[in-house]
């Protein structure tokens, strides 16, 4: 089957690429569709937008096509033409190749051609950056600071608050800012997964599984090191809206996340559930009840019984204190923006 393709590009690393030649290029694209045929555990791959497993598909540029797929950063909005659709092993890949008569199938869409809908599947997905909702707008602000309570400690809390909008528009890469934001989404979904264990051995990270832990050892995935439990890292992102309805991704990692989360040291909570339990009850105090709910074993039956304008109470204001710095992404300097010295207590 031969279609066309409308989406963003997810990722687009050596890692995909390995052993390639240079008439042929790899890299993986979403529209956002969740595709219940595509193979659960690929949504192990946490790429750099976070966007995982069943929404994602794998582009193969071949010929005149590579040389231009390289240089599409993760987030670009393509346009693949006359792309062969094969379906292999729970995965779906589109071959792009020349064509005498349009040699070039790969392209950023022209800013005046109107953008196919992308933007309805986009808005339910979470850690996408969308236009805020009318209802947010009219929202009234954060609390007055004399009256406001901050469900964290910060390590600045003199330093003044920074809109997100001048956050991410700041001239310099590094810095550290206060903000006070909510929580609109977070990924990965799973709570089991907001932790990763890393081996010093392969330098990668591995999401616990139940299994993981065999005779209470755990051996690493990759090179069968025995790994201890020092070496649980916390490791997920935030998407924090402010009251201006501007959005930003933070990434909770590490040290900074364990402050962020103190006397709840990372673990596997397949194997942990007082952990578990703590970490959902901790964490529910600023994400909404529509996330938390999904963690706790009578969230659903509760939300069928009728508690759906509980189900949709927005999670409260909050202040925290994020650091910016750059990654190098396919040559291009991407921003991030990380939690640190703020504690939920
Ligand atoms: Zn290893």
Redesign the pocket.
């Known amino acids: 089957m031969f279609c066309d393709f409308y989406g963003e590009v997810v990722e687009n690393s050596p890692r995909l690429n390995s052993g390639h030649q240079s008439n042929w290029h790899s890299f993986t694209v979403t529209d956002y569709t969740e595709n219940p045929a595509l193979r659960e555990s690929d949504a192990d791959t946490i790429n750099s937008n976070n966007i995982v497993g069943r929404r994602v598909i794998k582009c193969d540029a071949w010929d005149i096509n590579a040389g231009p797929s390289r240089a599409l950063p993760p987030g670009t909005l393509v346009f693949i033409r006359n792309c062969f659709v094969t379906e292999w092993d729970n995965t779906i890949e589109l071959k792009v190749r020349a064509d005498p008569q349009f040699p070039d199938k790969t392209s950023e869409p022209a800013p005046e051609s109107p953008a196919p809908p992308i933007n309805p599947r986009a808005s339910s997905v979470p850690l996408v950056h969308t236009e805020p909702d009318p209802v947010a707008l009219v929202e009234p602000e954060p609390e007055l600071e004399s009256i406001f309570q901050s469900p964290t400690v910060i390590r600045f809390p003199n330093r003044p608050i920074t809109p997100i909008k001048e956050v991410m528009g700041f001239p310099k890469p590094i810095w550290k800012f206060r903000i006070r934001a909510r929580v609109v989404a977070c990924a990965p979904v799973e709570l089991e997964r907001f932790v990763r264990i890393y081996?010093h051995?392969?330098q990668?990270g591995a999401t616990p599984t139940p299994d993981l832990a065999q005779n209470g050892t755990v051996v690493?995935p990759?090179?069968a090191?025995v790994l201890p439990d020092s070496q649980y890292v916390y490791s997920f992102s935030m998407l924090l809206e402010d009251s201006s309805g501007d959005r930003l991704r933070v990434i909770a990692y590490g040290r900074d996340a364990a402050q962020f989360l103190p006397g709840l040291a990372p673990t596997n909570m397949h194997s942990n559930n007082a952990t578990r339990q703590s970490l959902a009850q901790r964490l529910g105090k600023i994400l909404p009840p529509s996330i938390t709910c999904k963690w706790h074993q009578t969230g659903p039956k509760r939300h069928r019984k009728g508690t759906q304008s509980a189900m949709s109470t927005p999670a409260p204001w909050f202040d925290c204190c994020i650091k910016s710095y750059e990654v190098e992404i396919v040559g291009e300097l991407v921003r991030r923006y990380q939690i640190f010295g703020t504690s939920l207590t």
């Open positions: 081996c051995n392969c990668e690493c990759g090179c090191s």
